[in-house]
């Protein structure tokens, strides 16, 4: 029951807390109920939230029993950001993006056994509340002063953008939730990001004021970049997301294993169940042969397998290994291919194109001069086969699933082609 703070220090996913020495006493009287909220405020859960989800699946693990709280009210309001205010979007959109957000977190929890994992909603104990019964009940037990010297907060109160009354009452709301799950199911512990600490406070302050009791908090690190940015920021998308339609099993695998090489020990151990053992073996062997990526091949492929599954990732895997030509592209999906390529460059040609206008659309080479010294140097590939003529017809019979063309300038550079029809 306590083995698990060991872990999660070990694998650096404790930045701050409240007391874990009192934490632990709690956790070796038996197990705990805890809980981790999420707020749909867009379609999908991204790879911050992932770690959020994968801290609370390994305190379920250990045996203690989750909460997963999607916030159907919260996701209404949005916590404030340090820059603008959010938009507020209409309460059908976020009954929508709440059933999405549960059917992403519900695989990686068991809702069997003694320590069964619950979903809840805080739109469940917000809705039939008055705002007179808000103020009164939850609103009075806040100050005014402690909910300035918020980050989010005084960060807005200092911009140009200034906040609304609304989003300044977000903590009011995450206060209440925490308050509600410890008096329904004896809650004592909230997870949740270092940047929301203001937030997870409030609900331990508001439990002590209104109950008389002590409960606890464990927050973990942001994960960022060797750079100091989130992780995904340099995606140019701003986040990593869950959905494969928003970013796709291939885009997601190929930026962990770009990864640089300062971080990738650190999310190993944070982002997979490997064991300690295998992971510094992992690192020994990254450190000595850097130009392998053996760590961010390891760490791409456990994250698509939480993600996607273990089909996904093999057809990933084959999808780098046979854009590259050391595989068979006839093996991978229409589905597969088409993300590969649009991740490079995917662009449309007519049927009958020689090989010189394919690399010129494709954007491989400038001219048909450039076309024709990259084919005499032996460099250009279609489909992974050598091409010695550039102003041989490619024929539509050529084209892969779903009428796509593979052309390969050299060993690493690719772009896709879709041949229109008609």
Not at 47 to 76: K, S
Not at 231 to 260: C, H, I, R
């Amino acid at each position: 029951m306590t083995d698990v703070l060991e872990d999660l220090q070990w694998r650096g996913m404790i930045a701050l807390s409240t007391d874990l020495d009192e934490l632990r006493k709690e956790m070796a009287k038996g197990p705990i109920t805890y809980y981790c909220g999420f707020d749909p405020t867009a379609p999908s859960l991204h790879i911050g939230h992932l770690f959020q989800v994968l801290t609370v699946r390994r305190l379920q693990l250990a045996g203690h029993r989750p909460l997963a709280l999607v916030g159907g009210a919260t996701g209404l309001i949005g916590d404030p950001r340090p820059s603008a205010e959010r938009q507020l979007h209409s309460v059908d959109q976020i009954v929508e993006w709440v059933a999405k957000m549960r059917a992403q977190i519900e695989p990686f929890l068991d809702f069997t056994g003694s320590n069964a994992a619950r979903m809840v909603n805080n739109y469940d104990w917000t809705a039939s509340m008055s705002a007179i019964d808000f103020l009164r009940d939850i609103g009075k037990h806040f100050r005014v002063g402690k909910m300035l010297t918020k980050d989010a907060v005084s960060a807005r109160l200092n911009s140009d953008a200034g906040i609304s009354y609304t989003e300044f009452s977000y903590q009011i709301l995450q206060g209440m939730d925490f308050l509600e799950l410890y008096r329904r199911y004896g809650c004592k512990l909230q997870t949740g990001g270092s940047d929301q600490w203001g937030n997870l406070t409030a609900g331990t302050d508001l439990i002590h004021r209104v109950e008389g009791a002590s409960v606890h908090l464990l927050a973990t690190p942001l994960l960022t970049n060797a750079a100091g940015e989130k992780l995904g920021k340099s995606t140019g998308g701003g986040s990593l997301w869950m959905d494969a339609e928003l970013t796709s099993p291939y885009a997601l695998y190929q930026y962990f294993v770009n990864l640089e090489d300062a971080i990738v020990g650190s999310l190993l151990r944070k982002l997979t169940f490997l064991e300690r053992e295998e992971i510094e073996a992992i690192e020994k062997e990254t450190a000595e042969r850097p130009a392998a990526r053996i760590g961010q091949r390891r760490l791409a492929e456990e994250m698509i397998k939480l993600v996607h599954g273990p089909e996904e990732t093999a057809q990933v895997i084959a999808a780098s290994q046979a854009l590259f030509g050391r595989g068979s592209l006839g093996e991978l999906s229409a589905s597969t291919l088409r993300a590969a390529l649009s991740e490079a460059g995917l662009v449309k040609a007519r049927p009958g194109s020689t090989v010189a206008e394919l690399f010129i659309a494709a954007g491989l080479a400038s001219s048909r001069n450039e076309a024709r010294r990259t084919v005499s140097e032996g460099g250009a590939y279609v489909n992974n086969e050598r091409v010695s003529d550039p102003e041989e017809v490619v024929p539509a019979e050529r084209a892969l699933a779903g009428g796509l063309l593979v052309l390969r300038k050299g060993k690493r550079t690719f772009a896709g082609v879709e041949l229109a029809s008609g």
